[in-house]
């Protein structure tokens, strides 16, 4: 078990491109972090900087008390597992998972008790003497993981070990891992572009864009109190929906915002809730971005009328019956939005409906910096 | 063929060793036997592979000793007895068996034939008297992958790509100096170049993940023929010393994937060295300081969109357009125009190859 500092760590290559900009994070022994983000957002370059496969342009890193900037990988006591591994196809699975430690020279003795471990740890102790295209993609990866538990690391490091398998397999995988972390005790540090992977696995999750960090936080925190529209949006599935509106008060100083055309707009006044919210007011006469998600929009009748704020007339342009839910696709006065509705939802396409906007649920973002103002 | 060349020396040896003598396989199968029936049969023996080549292993009256080449032991023999004759002929034997093995890969070796191949060691006109002797398949499609090995540890990655790619009789791995390892691999006829990627990146991912050696890996094209793997493996080359200039952060680069830095690395230096006076002659590109390189690197990246890279680069968009004039001024080029974006994008490049030096293939 190790914690790790990451300290205003800094990845420039030739040619200027700069690929993490002050990465500054502290993960604490036992941790499961998710680094996620889109591609390119530099989440893989910081997950290789700490495993020493790239040089850290600037700032350190520590892996326990130990600045490990020069450390060489071999030496910081870490185990990687990539999204394309390879196994050895003529080898057992038991000397796949050998083969690192016998050219490392470790005794004959020690790998049995090794290998065997781990097999036991993955649950793949019966299929030690097969090879590997005798075994299933769910058990090859588990083999994967097996080369990386026998060296009995102090911090596990995960790129995207799961992108090659099926959903299906991906999803029982993800439990997998999950198990296995708590079954190891270690440090897992683990990155995927995938946001379920990061919200079903993580205690922390760290969302990345363009080499800098939105946002470090429990999937829980992050889903409700997102840092700016990048992370409110990356985050949920379908995203946050998004309109642009202008925040105002009226002449009894209340704020409300509001949104729409020159020929009709809505208002919403904000709820109490939101108004006590520090340097709210400053952004009144303001552009702002009113973020609302997909299961804060109701179609049903009786929210809509019992509802005395936030009510919006849409079309309905496509609906989704997803089995435990509906989607539907509305749009209204030039913007989209997609709500999150009950499966018995009767709304078809084509109708005209009211929706219901949970507006103690809205988030607020400042237009010019996308960050959160109120959620 | 090991089985006919060891039989071939079984039987010259019954007569001076006058016990039975044989070879058992990594399946415990007797591959050739001074008694001829033995042949085929299993023995029930620890695996070939398990044996110390060092040690002798005695079983059921019989001694094994395991040998094979670099390392790798492939075969036991075995010499009918337990006592002390018994094992001195063992070791004989496995002594002799190595070395016949080693003079008969040498010669026969198809890989030391491809190696000789790509590395332009063998006339034209042998290419295919060889090729036909070793019954070289001459149809099949082909890649050359150069794996090049950045930091190196204990371990030798040349091991561990040849038991990635155990199949003799179709990929070929060879190293031709310390850092670099070349892979023939017989590919599916009309692979995508992605899929040959994905090939290169689990080996990257292997070494990585698994030894924590650093590698790049340049890929050639796909070729049928044996006299164009020499193409496939210069095409492979070429490709990772361009990928050196200009892709500095890929680990993988494909020669069919080279864009406009495949033009530029062609240039001569004298008219690379004309361009740039030509560009930046009412100011010096080195008069650029690195943050406003880093300002128009990132501009380039947000296709000359000057709202998206000021929030991108967390500056005012006012700020932005300052420094962007400030580049006008210096260079007479305004980035905000595609003609003089690409003039300078060109430029950049251009500027990185004549830095970077890099000897021609």
């Known amino acids: ?375 | 063929m090991s089985n006919r060349l060891f039989q071939g020396v079984m039987h010259q040896m019954r007569d001076a060793i006058d016990r039975i003598v044989g070879v058992v396989d990594t399946t415990s199968t007797v591959i050739a036997c001074s008694e001829l029936s033995r042949i085929g049969a299993s023995v029930s023996i620890m695996s070939v592979e398990a044996m110390d080549a060092q040690e002798a292993y005695v079983k059921d009256g019989y001694t094994y000793m395991a040998f094979g080449l670099e390392g790798n032991i492939e075969y036991a023999v075995f010499v009918e007895g337990v006592d002390a004759a018994a094992g001195k002929y063992a070791r004989l034997l496995s002594v002799s068996l190595t070395s016949i093995k080693q003079y008969y890969d040498e010669k026969y070796d198809r890989n030391n034939f491809v190696k000789n191949v790509v590395l332009d060691n063998i006339l034209p006109g042998d290419i295919y008297v060889k090729a036909r002797e070793l019954h070289f398949n001459n149809d099949v499609e082909r890649v050359a992958l150069l794996i090049r090995i950045l930091s190196s540890n204990d371990v030798s990655a040349y091991d561990v790509i040849q038991n990635l790619f155990p199949d003799k009789q179709k990929d070929f791995v060879f190293s031709i100096n310390e850092s670099d390892i070349v892979l023939i691999k017989e590919i599916r006829s009309g692979i995508d170049t992605k899929d040959l990627e994905k090939l290169a990146r689990s080996i990257v991912d292997t070494l990585s993940s698994e030894f924590y050696t650093r590698a790049v890996v340049g890929i050639g094209t796909a070729v049928t023929g044996v006299r164009d793997i020499a193409r496939s493996f210069k095409e492979a080359q070429l490709a990772l010393e361009v990928g050196k200039v200009f892709d500095t952060e890929k680990s993988i680069v494909s020669y069919d994937n080279l864009g406009i830095a495949r033009l530029i690395y062609q240039l001569p230096t004298t008219l690379c060295e004309t361009f740039l006076k030509e560009v930046f002659r009412r100011g010096s590109i080195d008069s650029l300081d690195q943050e406003t390189l880093f300002t128009i690197q990132r501009f380039f990246e947000n296709n000359l969109n000057v709202s998206e890279t000021s929030r991108k680069l967390f500056v005012h968009r006012n700020t932005l357009v300052y420094r962007l004039e400030k580049i006008k001024k210096l260079t007479g080029l305004d980035l905000r125009e595609f003609d003089h974006a690409i003039v300078f994008k060109i430029a950049l490049m251009v500027k990185r190859y004549l830095s970077a030096n890099p000897a021609k293939l």
């Open chain 1, 1 to 375: 078990m190790a914690s790790l500092s990451l300290r205003d760590i800094c990845k420039v290559y030739p040619g200027n491109v700069t690929a993490v900009s002050n990465f500054n994070l502290e993960i604490e022994d036992n941790e499961f972090i998710i680094f996620v983000g889109p591609s390119g957002c530099g989440k893989s370059t910081t997950l290789r900087m700490i495993a020493g496969l790239e040089e850290i342009t600037s700032g350190e890193l520590y892996i326990g008390t130990r600045l490990v900037n020069d450390v060489p990988p071999k030496d910081r006591d870490i185990a990687m597992v990539f999204q394309n591994y390879a196994l050895y196809p003529h080898m057992t699975v038991f000397d796949n998972m050998a083969f690192g430690l016998k050219l490392r020279k470790t005794p004959k003795d020690e790998i049995k008790r090794r290998v065997e471990e781990a097999a036991k740890i993955l649950d793949i102790e019966h299929f030690l003497d097969r090879k590997p295209k005798a075994l299933s993609g769910g058990q090859r990866q588990r083999v994967a993981l097996g080369r990386a538990i026998v060296r009995e690391p102090q911090v596990f490091l995960l790129d995207e070990p799961l992108s090659n398998l099926d959903a299906k397999l991906r999803a029982q995988m993800r439990t997998e891992i999950s198990k296995l972390h708590n079954r190891l005790g270690t440090t897992f540090i683990y990155v995927t572009h995938d946001q379920t992977e990061a919200m079903t696995m993580a205690t922390r999750i760290v969302v990345m864009k363009d080499g800098v960090i939105q946002q470090i936080d429990t999937p829980t925190r992050l889903y409700n109190l997102p840092a700016n529209v990048f992370v409110a949006g990356f985050i949920g599935s379908p995203q946050m929906n998004f309109i642009k509106a202008r925040m105002e008060e009226t002449d009894n100083k209340e704020l409300y915002v509001e949104f729409g055309t020159e020929r009709k707009s809505y208002k919403i006044m904000l709820p109490p809730s939101k108004t006590k919210q520090r340097g709210i007011t400053d952004f009144v006469g303001k552009e702002v971005i009113l973020g609302i998600r997909p299961e804060h929009i109701s179609d049903d009748p009786e929210v809509v009328e019992k509802a005395t704020n936030g009510v919006v007339e849409c079309d309905v342009e496509v609906t989704e019956m997803m089995g435990v839910e509906t989607y539907l696709y509305l749009t209204f006065l030039g913007n989209s939005i997609t709500a999150r509705v009950a499966p018995t939802s009767q709304t078809r396409e084509g109708d005209k409906i009211k929706v219901a906007l949970n507006v103690e649920k809205m988030h607020i973002f400042d237009k010019e910096t996308e960050k959160a103002i109120v959620h």
